[in-house]
């Protein structure tokens, strides 16, 4: 789609790789509304874009629906009309799942899958009304695709939102709106400071050691692609209607693998009934 002068907005836009999001958009001639839950994210990433009138940043907590309408609202009331939405804002747990609480779940749980529902329902029906075409991007992970030890809670709830695009995908393309699983791989970032926001009737949790040891363990930030190469990247799949949204050849193989291993195990020995086959393409269409 033609993006200059349109509006896009992005949750946990003010850190990492929203932040990286944002700044590609502005840089395509969006109009960019950055929304957070850290005031002093906002603080510094509005100074970073540098893009005047044409960055609103607005604090919003994902997970409260309510905050959300408001929001929308006003990004309305000053923009005009919502194009783009990215449900990028998320938080993380590691370690072993027999060490998870329920509070652990229902943290990560309740901000990576609930906060991406709150703006799916929030933004799509306003999204649709306008009639003149959209998209919406999920910040999934590479973890969604690959399997990766000790991060069953974040995967699980990554495979949710990639599932989401997924399945919206067919059903919002005919009517102008694309859906895109955004899945990167490792990025500089500040997501290890995620407990901050933790909320305090949800503090319990089962990985307080696990979580010492990997401070200790060495920090492999140089490693990682930079918010501005993952924000580029998610500009050319907007650019080009991309479904999924990839990084890192380092996954090549992960991500094959997995194609392989869930084309083997398909039951190819029963004969396939074309009316069943047919009947099912109907149902779905
Ligand atoms: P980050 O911590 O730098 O940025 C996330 C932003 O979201 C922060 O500004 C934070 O204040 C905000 N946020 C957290 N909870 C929120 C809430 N309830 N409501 C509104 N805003 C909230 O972290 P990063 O890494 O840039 O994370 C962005 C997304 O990318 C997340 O969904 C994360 O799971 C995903 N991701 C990150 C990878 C990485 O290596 N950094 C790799 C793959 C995916």
Request: net charge negative; proline share 4%; glycine share 10%.
């Amino acid at each position: 789609q033609n993006l200059p002068g349109k509006t896009a907005f992005v949750t946990g836009g003010a850190s990492g790789i929203g932040l990286g999001i944002a700044k590609a958009l502005l840089g395509a001639g969006m109009n960019v509304t950055i929304a957070d839950i850290r005031q002093d994210h906002l603080d510094s990433a509005v100074e970073e874009l540098a893009g005047g009138e044409r960055v609103l940043a607005v604090k919003l907590d994902v997970t409260n629906r309510e905050q959300f309408a408001t929001v929308a609202d006003a990004v309305e009331a000053k923009f005009g009309k919502i194009h783009i939405l990215v449900n990028n804002a998320g938080v993380a747990v590691v370690g072993p799942t027999e060490l998870a609480t329920f509070a652990d779940w229902d943290w990560v749980m309740g901000v990576n899958v609930g906060g991406t529902i709150n703006g799916i329902v929030t933004m799509l029906p306003r999204i649709l009304a306008h009639g003149e075409g959209g998209h919406i991007v999920c910040t999934a992970s590479m973890s969604a695709l690959v399997p990766v030890g000790m991060t069953t809670i974040y995967s699980s709830g990554k495979a949710a939102v990639t599932s989401m695009m997924e399945c919206m995908r067919p059903e919002l393309e005919p009517r102008g709106v694309i859906c895109s699983a955004f899945c990167p791989g490792a990025v500089q970032s500040n997501i290890a400071d995620a407990a901050k926001t933790r909320p305090a009737d949800l503090a319990d949790t089962g990985y307080a050691e696990a979580d010492k040891r990997r401070a200790s363990g060495g920090n492999f930030m140089h490693l990682y692609q930079t918010k501005e190469q993952v924000g580029e990247r998610v500009l050319e799949g907007i650019l080009n209607d991309e479904l999924y949204i990839l990084t890192h050849s380092e996954f090549l193989t992960g991500v094959e693998e997995r194609g392989l291993a869930t084309t083997a195990a398909v039951q190819t020995h029963l004969p396939e009934n074309p009316e069943y086959k047919q009947t099912f393409a109907m149902l779905f269409r």
